[in-house]
């Protein structure tokens, strides 16, 4: 039976994010969190391989131990198993330190494919998963929006671009990232949420990977953000009225003269 392991990051409500201006940093106290959607939509694409063909589906997130309720709700949905990888060591990671902790941790359980969405909305880097399969020495395709075939042996996909698509094949196992297009995430059964709350959720930490500080956590990440602010709205804006034509002529005059566009 094909082992799928899909990456998930619980994430803020971008929706109802707030800037503490003094600091000029987010204010996450009381912000609801979320499943990130371009994850869900790969737990969703990962769903159906198993409705189809068979599958063991595996949810893995790195996180604090509130992400828990988060993979409950994975289990609601028809996922097999769930890991949370958690420990204070692992906080404040950026991109490289969270694919070291989530590589270390990978290469100890068996995967035919690993789906990561495309991007996480409070970091929107789209770094974590082709690192991690860099960490794993795994082939990988990008933003796929499609997956049109798959077997033991190999996976066929359609890769969006911004014009065009691929079709792309990889040998397995491999890692794929998804758009939040490839699939729409389905509906929490009842009797699936009343089974999650008994089920397992298994608990990695540091004292399992045995990883060293400077892998790992914020002295692992080489990137710093130095500051943060929130840029100024200015209302002394022009108010023109003009007939279309007109107006037309008028943008096209202002995005030449602030190079915008090219003539």
């Known amino acids: 039976m094909m082992n799928i392991v899909v990456l998930l990051k619980q994430v803020p ?21 979320i499943t990130n959607p371009d994850d869900l939509a790969g737990l969703e694409a990962a769903l159906q391989i198993k409705d189809r063909q068979g599958a063991k589906v595996t949810c893995v997130t790195m996180g604090p131990p509130q ?3 988060m993979l409950r709700e994975l289990y609601a949905l028809g996922a097999d198993e769930c890991v949370l990888i958690s ?13 070291n902790t989530l590589g270390a941790y ?10 990561a969405g ?13 690192q991690t399969a860099e960490k794993l020495n795994l082939p990988q395709i990008t933003y796929v929006d499609e997956i049109l075939s798959i077997s033991e042996e190999k996976i066929r996909v359609r890769k969006a671009l911004e014009n065009r698509y691929e079709i792309l094949e990889s040998e397995m196992p491999c890692l ?19 089974k999650a709350f008994d089920k397992p959720v298994t608990v990695i930490t540091n004292e399992h990977l045995q990883l060293e500080q400077k892998d790992i956590g914020l002295k692992g990440s080489p990137t710093k953000v130095k500051k943060t602010f929130t840029k100024e709205v200015h209302k002394n804006s022009d108010v023109l009225t ?3 034509k007109l107006a037309a002529a008028k943008i096209l005059d202002v995005l030449l003269e602030n190079q915008f566009i090219g003539k």
Not at 14 to 21: A, F, H, L
Not at 24 to 29: F, S
Not at 88 to 95: L, V
Not at 118 to 130: E, M, Y
């Open 87 to 99: 420990d204070g060591k692992f906080g404040g990671a950026d991109t490289w330190a969270t694919s």
């Open 106 to 115: 990978l290469a100890t359980i068996p995967y035919d494919l690993i789906i």
């Open 13 to 33: 409500d971008t929706t109802e994010m707030k800037i503490d201006k003094e600091k000029g940093t987010l204010i996450r106290a009381g912000v609801p969190t």
């Open 176 to 194: 794929i990232t998804t758009l939040s297009s490839i699939a729409k995430p389905r509906y929490m059964h009842v009797r699936e949420i009343m």
């Open 67 to 69: 992400a828990e309720s």
């Open 118 to 130: 495309r991007q996480a909305i409070d970091g929107d880097t789209a770094q974590v998963g082709p």
């Open 242 to 244: 003009l007939e279309p």
